[in-house]
């Protein structure tokens, strides 16, 4: 995997909820895709167009809490900004992420988006590298 | 769930006794089946819950259990005021998140004369789905008013009738709220949100009452065969969700240094006598009365709608009840009354008769228990028993419970298809996305009838009636 965009998001299966999970050559990537995969739970990312950036900015020394909590200032914007996102810049140095994130306010028609994400949960939160050296960063959201 | 781990105590009674760390035993009220299909993740997390500090009596499963954050969605653990904790897990993040029933006095053939016109007016009127707003609009001081107040501060503000309140649990008003302990962010976050629906499994139900189990109790609560009523599913909105996130992680954060060990990060908690529990309950009780206010203002809506369709309409509540929560109640314990902090996540509170938090009409036959279903199924009313004060605190189940993930319903079932399926049934269904139907279907859910079936055995609440819906709105 040379290409720089060789990251890629999933879901995975939890009974109640659904689980988020982001992996990339770099740990920012892993966030950035992790991202992506929250925006899928609402909507097909395809059908936002990356209008206008926001910033956001989380620090904490857990990697994996500093994972929550990036998802969930995402969360907070998109519920208080009433926007969906489809791009991130992410960089993560020292347990301190910096983000810009492109969206655009919430078209209900256009985007059809099919549920609201009430918060990142600490349930199957990992951040960690895999053997192929590939980092992989998840979580259950509550839905 | 693998029932070699369990003892059998009754046909709906098992037990998981206690090991390792466990302080108290593990008790689940279901039938051999629900048991069955129940994750092997319940089993575990109610072992877990039954490790925390001053935990009484039992780790509690209701019949529709399943795998949740920390604690199962419907689990119930009290704890002691001096020793015990009290968790953000397991209140969860919906806060409050509830439901109430209210009788229409109309017929069903009443709202065949104008169903699709009803259904238009109640989706058009009550905003339903992702990135809609309210109408009210509240200024820094009406956030705090609303945040202490409750239903009873919608009632002031005109937005709900006054006689409701005797018929919401601590009277619409839940005491103890501290609105100083709720961030700037979960305020933000509910300014533009008050009188929403929210989605995912929550929604508003025009519904029938197909079937009467119980003819004196169900007089009581003023429900007769091929009644009309209106259900409302929702809770605290972007500010309990907030809440819940925030005391999350400064719960985990904290836990050490209060000598708690945590075998789940979701299990979070803090001592009840600590700065951060005592904040945590005054944010979490605020995040109470912004469900209870959210669930006023959409009755006010929903009036509205019923009363320019069928002029003269009064909707009078039956009972408006909440699953995630932790309250200080009185519970008798060993014989003797002693002052709990009751977590309820994903359970209903079902005092039986004689109980003194019951409004004094429906005093002598217990709580209205409302049961949500699916869209495409029924819900159930139950009453609260004197037998289940006993068995769970008086505690029952809260819905059907997912079986299905929601990735799996989407292979599974299309919107649009759902849609007109249910449609042909005479149930009329209204959401912005067919995803979010799909997600929904009935089928990604287990057999409510089963679980209200358990929960009727077990004790833990009598059945009352059934109710199928005739129209379903979805965030």
């Not at chain 1, 395809?46 to 926001?54: L, T, Y």
């Not at chain 2, 998981?16 to 629900?34: E, H």
């Not at chain 2, 309820?344 to 217990?366: C, I, N, Q, S, Y």
Request: charged share 25%; aromatic share 6%.
């Amino acid at each position: 995997m040379t290409d720089t965009r060789s990251g890629f998001w999933e879901h995975f299966e939890h009974p109640a909820d659904i689980g988020v999970r982001g992996v990339g050559d770099t740990l920012a990537e892993a966030f950035s895709q992790a991202a992506m995969a929250l925006c899928a739970i609402i909507t097909n990312p395809q059908r936002v167009r990356p209008r206008q950036a926001i910033t956001i900015h989380c620090e904490e020394p857990d990697l994996e809490l500093l994972l929550a909590d990036w998802l969930n200032a995402l969360i907070f914007e998109m519920a208080t900004r009433r926007m969906l996102f489809s791009r991130f810049d992410v960089t993560v140095e020292d347990g301190c992420l910096r983000a810009k994130a492109w969206g655009e306010p919430v078209d209900v028609p256009r985007h059809r988006p099919a549920v609201e994400v009430k918060g990142a949960t600490y349930t199957e939160l990992r951040v960690y590298q895999d053997n192929r050296g590939h980092w992989v960063a998840q979580c259950v959201v509550d839905v | 769930m693998d029932m070699s781990r369990l003892q059998q105590v009754s046909d709906s009674e098992w037990q998981i006794p206690p090991t390792g760390k466990m302080r108290v035993p593990g008790v689940i009220y279901a039938d051999r089946t629900l048991i069955e299909e129940m994750d092997d993740k319940v089993w575990e997390q109610m072992v877990n819950v039954a490790t925390l500090p001053g935990i009484v009596r039992a780790s509690y499963a209701m019949p529709d259990a399943h795998w949740g954050y920390g604690f199962p969605i419907g689990g119930v653990a009290a704890f002691d005021p001096e020793d015990g904790v009290v968790s953000a897990g397991g209140v969860g993040f919906d806060i409050s998140c509830g439901v109430r029933t209210l009788h229409t006095g109309l017929t069903p053939a009443q709202i065949l004369t104008a169903q699709q016109r009803l259904a238009d007016a109640l989706y058009h009127r009550i905003p339903a789905g992702v990135g809609s707003t309210g109408n009210l609009h509240l200024t820094p001081r009406e956030m705090d008013a609303m945040l202490s107040g409750g239903a009873r501060w919608a009632v002031e503000r005109g937005q709900g009738e006054a006689a409701d309140l005797a018929r919401i649990e601590e009277g619409g008003c839940m005491p103890g709220a501290d609105p100083a302990q709720v961030s700037a962010h979960a305020k933000q976050r509910q300014k533009d949100e008050m009188g929403t629906l929210g989605s995912g499994n929550h929604y508003l139900e025009v519904q029938r009452v197909t079937d009467i189990y119980d003819a004196d109790i169900a007089a009581a609560f003023g429900i007769k065969q091929d009644d009309v009523k209106v259900s409302i599913h929702c809770g605290s909105r972007g500010l309990g969700h907030q809440i819940g996130t925030e005391f999350l992680k400064r719960m985990v954060v904290t836990a050490a240094s209060h000598g708690i060990e945590l075998p789940d990060r979701e299990l979070a908690c803090a001592p009840i006598t600590s700065t951060l529990g005592q904040q945590y309950l005054g944010a979490m009780r605020a995040g109470i009365n912004c469900a209870l206010a959210n669930r006023e203002i959409i009755t006010h809506l929903t009036r509205g709608v019923f009363a320019d369709i069928f002029p003269g309409s009064r909707l009078d509540l039956l009972y408006d009840v909440s699953h995630n929560t932790c309250k200080e109640e009185e519970q008798i314990v060993d014989g003797q009354p002693r002052r709990l902090f009751v977590h309820r996540k994903g359970a209903t509170r079902a005092f039986g008769p004689g109980h003194p938090a019951l409004p004094a009409d429906l005093r002598e036959v217990g709580q209205p228990v409302l049961i949500g279903g699916t869209m495409g199924t029924a819900s159930y009313i139950l009453a609260g028993t004197r037998t289940g004060m006993d068995k769970a605190f008086g505690s029952a189940c809260h819905g059907a419970g997912r079986r299905m993930s929601r990735r799996q319903a989407l292979r599974t079932w299309r919107g649009r298809q759902l849609k007109d399926e249910l449609e042909a049934q005479g149930v009329l269904i209204r959401s912005p996305s067919g995803r979010g139907i799909a997600e929904e279907a009935p089928g990604a859910y287990k057999d409510v009838e089963a679980v209200v079936r358990a929960a009727h055995a077990a004790g833990l609440a009598r059945r009352v009636a059934k109710l199928v819906p005739m129209i379903c709105i979805k965030g």
